[in-house]
């Protein structure tokens, strides 16, 4: 499986951005699509995931009510729409999929590169 995510930028506080991962390979309609982020000197935090075969979606609580994770099953790719930025939000931010449904980035095996978001205040 290989990810390539791309949407990142700068954006101030209130603002929007759409992320955006595609993925390619074999079996990542059977896995669980996530977005992870880390910040410098903090550990990387779960923001969302999609099991993609039924779109059951699963939001950290930093971000629910405000990010939303979906999938388009004709491009193959997740989406993450962040509304209402906060500078808190400043991250990279990681695509990954794997098997398993869960939270934690140990059970992922796949990555793609990471992309900078920067909210300022």
């Known amino acids: 499986v290989q990810l390539q995510a791309s949407g990142g930028g700068l954006v101030q506080a209130g603002g929007s951005l759409r992320l955006s991962c595609a993925a390619s390979?074999?079996?990542?309609?059977?896995?669980?699509m996530c977005w992870f982020r880390q910040s410098p000197g903090k550990e990387r935090e779960f923001v969302a995931y999609?099991?993609?075969?039924?779109?059951?979606?699963y939001y950290g609580d930093s971000v629910k009510g405000r990010f939303t994770i979906s999938r388009d099953n004709a491009n193959d790719t997740v989406y993450l729409q962040m509304n209402s930025l906060k500078p808190e939000d400043t991250a990279v931010y990681y695509c990954?999929?794997?098997?398993?449904?869960?939270?934690?980035?140990?059970?992922?095996?796949?990555w793609g590169r990471g992309t900078q978001v920067t909210v300022s205040s």
């Open positions: 999609i099991y993609w075969s039924t779109g059951t979606t």
């Open positions: 390979g074999r079996t990542f309609r059977s896995y669980v």
């Open positions: 990954a999929t794997g098997p398993y449904v869960t939270p934690s980035p140990r059970f992922y095996d796949y």
